[in-house]
């Protein structure tokens, strides 16, 4: 059974995963919830779904169990536990970097998912934090990409969520992101410029996320929708001898691969990206080269107690350049 189920819930979170809601039709050829549910899943044996419902593992609101019996229509939602499958550990840890009642901060590494999601549920970093902490309420308040490292904010407790994510609506949150890419064939020191522009450059497009597409579509015809600051903080050689441009991002919107699609359309795509500017065929994570994307600051007012909070980074990416070559428009 997959699904995502939003809170609150009649059931609690066990082992750090939320329970999964389904959707049930009030009509149809099913005379019960039970039968409706066998059809749906046809690929699961259908004797251990019955047991489920006879054991009241399978329950609707208010935590009421359906039975074998309970007639289709009574009930719009059911929520259930999802059998955990078995996961091959990711072999990186998150950080926590700060901690307290309302807010969890921390330095997520390359290839952790920030929630649940496809093949990864216990290995993601929602799910550590929530054992780790044994805090059930953590809820994520923005999201990395699964291939970037860097900060991430959790909400500790209900009562003050909507303060923190309203930063995020209101854009009241300075992030800095740093990049690595090969450097652009046609790059002069003396007038570096991507994409035909001189650095620093402010770009913009409109991006647009799509139902059942992987990538991102890009429709040049639409206003923008999307905006980053792109500073070149070096160019030089990496440890593993790769000639490379360093960025430093400021992106001003949040949507979705925003970074990613941005440097590819100026013609320096990441490092160890596999999508953009072209999708590559799906193969095992390469961890000697992680996608060369990082988080690096986090910065705002706390809604709360009106002090300043800003969160750095400890990790590095590991193609940033170790003999840097001199650059006039260097950032900091």
Request: charged residues 25%; aromatic residues 6%.
């Amino acid at each position: 059974m997959m699904g995502h189920v939003p809170m609150p819930s009649p059931l609690p979170v066990r082992n750090g995963v939320g329970p999964t809601r389904l959707r049930v039709p009030t009509s149809g050829p099913w005379a019960t919830i039970a039968e409706y549910v066998v059809a749906r899943f046809d690929h699961m044996d259908a004797d251990d779904l019955h047991r489920r419902f006879d054991a009241g593992e399978i329950v609707g609101p208010g935590g009421v169990p359906i039975r074998r019996g309970t007639r289709l229509g009574e009930h719009v939602f059911i929520w259930y536990y999802r059998d955990l499958p078995t996961e091959e550990p990711i072999p990186f840890r998150e950080e926590i970097v700060h901690v307290d009642d309302d807010l969890v901060v921390i330095d997520k590494p390359h290839f952790l998912p920030t929630t649940p999601g496809g093949r990864y549920l216990r290995e993601s970093a929602l799910v550590r934090l929530r054992t780790r902490l044994d805090n059930p309420d953590l809820t994520p308040i923005h999201r990395l990409d699964r291939a970037t490292a860097g900060l991430v904010m959790f909400s500790a407790r209900p009562a003050t969520r909507g303060a923190y994510q309203s930063l995020f609506e209101k854009r009241r949150v300075t992030k800095v992101y740093e990049a690595v890419s090969a450097l652009p064939p046609a790059w002069k020191p003396d007038a570096p410029a991507l994409g035909g522009h001189p650095v620093p450059v402010l770009y913009r497009n409109h991006i647009e996320a799509r139902r059942g597409e992987l990538r991102v579509a890009v429709d040049p015809s639409r206003p923008p929708n999307s905006e980053t600051l792109i500073e070149v903080h070096g160019t030089g050689v990496s440890a593993s001898g790769r000639t490379v441009l360093h960025t430093i991002l400021r992106p001003h919107t949040g949507r979705m691969h925003q970074l990613r699609v941005h440097l590819a359309a100026l013609g320096a795509g990441i490092l160890g990206d596999s999508w953009y500017p072209d999708l590559l065929p799906e193969e095992p994570d390469d961890h000697s080269l992680p996608l060369q994307l990082l988080a690096r600051e986090l910065e705002f007012t706390d809604p709360l107690y009106g002090a300043p909070r800003r969160f750095v980074t400890g990790r590095t990416l590991s193609e940033a350049p170790v003999s840097a070559s001199a650059d006039p428009q260097r950032a900091g």
